[in-house]
């Protein structure tokens, strides 16, 4: 029996991506890249592996993060959908305080220290 912390799963575009959400979040979460793109085999396994989970899907708010964000969308309209702010652009280059306040904001526990500008 999976506890709900187990049933988190997230996904992101690039190690970058995962890097800085891991580093804000404290609690376990499966951080899962695309490095940008996927492959249709690639989208079968995440889809027969993540079936039953609580997904969230946050990808970068430019040209190709929208394109993936729609293919998952469709693939998995289960899936939750965080965004960043557009000024940001990406995940890996927004500010940790931007990034903690989307995480809180859908009940992820994250490191308060994050929640601070500067």
């Not at 800085?20 to 951080?31: A, F, H, P």
């Not at 899936?79 to 306040?101: F, G, N, T």
């Not at 995480?103 to 220290?113: E, H, N, R, S, Y």
Request: glycine share 6%.
């Amino acid at each position: 029996m999976h506890n709900m912390d187990d049933l988190k799963v997230m996904i992101v575009e690039g190690s970058s991506d995962k890097k800085k959400v891991k580093k804000i979040l404290k609690e376990e979460v499966d951080i899962l890249c695309t490095n940008g793109t996927i492959s249709r085999d690639t989208l079968e396994t995440f889809i027969d592996e993540l079936y039953g989970r609580d997904i969230y899907i946050f990808v970068d708010s430019d040209a190709s993060g929208e394109r993936l964000r729609k293919l998952l969308r469709r693939e998995m309209p289960e899936a939750m959908h965080l965004y960043i702010d557009k000024a940001y652009k990406e995940v890996a280059s927004a500010p940790d305080h931007h990034i903690a306040s989307v995480l809180v904001g859908v009940d992820f526990a994250i490191d308060p220290k994050y929640l601070n500008k500067g």
